[in-house]
């Protein structure tokens, strides 16, 4: 009995709890390649707004600068994707990023900015990325904020040799 104990909570431990998602977001996939940034300065003394870049080689990273997020929260990151049915072919990738507890017991008194970096394991031939931070359980607003939106920007010879040659084409049957 003692050792079905441990291995008990081993188990129970490992297991990966459903997200607190907001409605919309119900099929979002979490992204594993996320990272977060210390506190690079308190939101409202710096000026700053936030940003979002999104480049694409082997995959998209989006990274999003300036974020606002209660001092000392832990953030991660979901992702959803859609490919719309128009000519020529447009791909939107929306993040959400919000705090990992988003019932905490305590909230710090304090915002910070951070800085966001995400990996989407998708490799589209060009998208649109959508940037969203939603804040916990402590706000009476508590749907995805829209923080700003890029379009990703590929190395050279990547995407844009791609996207030539069918404008090329375009030109040709008109």
């Known amino acids: 009995m003692t050792f079905a104990y441990p291995l008990l909570l081993a188990l129970v431990g490992g297991c990966d709890l459903a997200a607190d998602l907001p409605a919309g977001w119900e099929d979002a996939r979490h992204i594993d390649d996320f990272t977060q940034g210390e506190c690079d300065g308190y939101a409202g003394d710096t000026g700053e707004v936030p940003t979002v870049t999104a480049t694409a080689d082997a995959g998209l990273r989006v ?3 300036n974020l606002t997020f209660p001092c000392s929260t832990e953030v991660e990151g979901f992702y959803r994707s859609e490919t719309l049915d128009i000519y020529p072919v447009v791909y939107q ?12 017991y305590a909230v710090a008194g304090c915002d910070c900015l951070y800085r966001v970096e995400a990996g989407i394991p998708e490799d589209p031939e060009s998208a ?27 190395p050279e010879g990547r995407g844009a040799r791609r996207g030539a040659r069918s404008a090329r084409c375009r030109r040709v049957r008109r």
């Open 63 to 65: 990274v999003g600068d």
């Open 93 to 104: 990738v929306s993040v959400l990023v919000q705090p990992v507890d988003m019932d905490p």
């Open 128 to 154: 649109t990325v959508y940037l969203y931070t939603r804040q916990g359980s402590w706000t009476d607003e508590n749907d995805p904020e829209l923080v700003g939106s890029a379009a990703d920007s590929r």
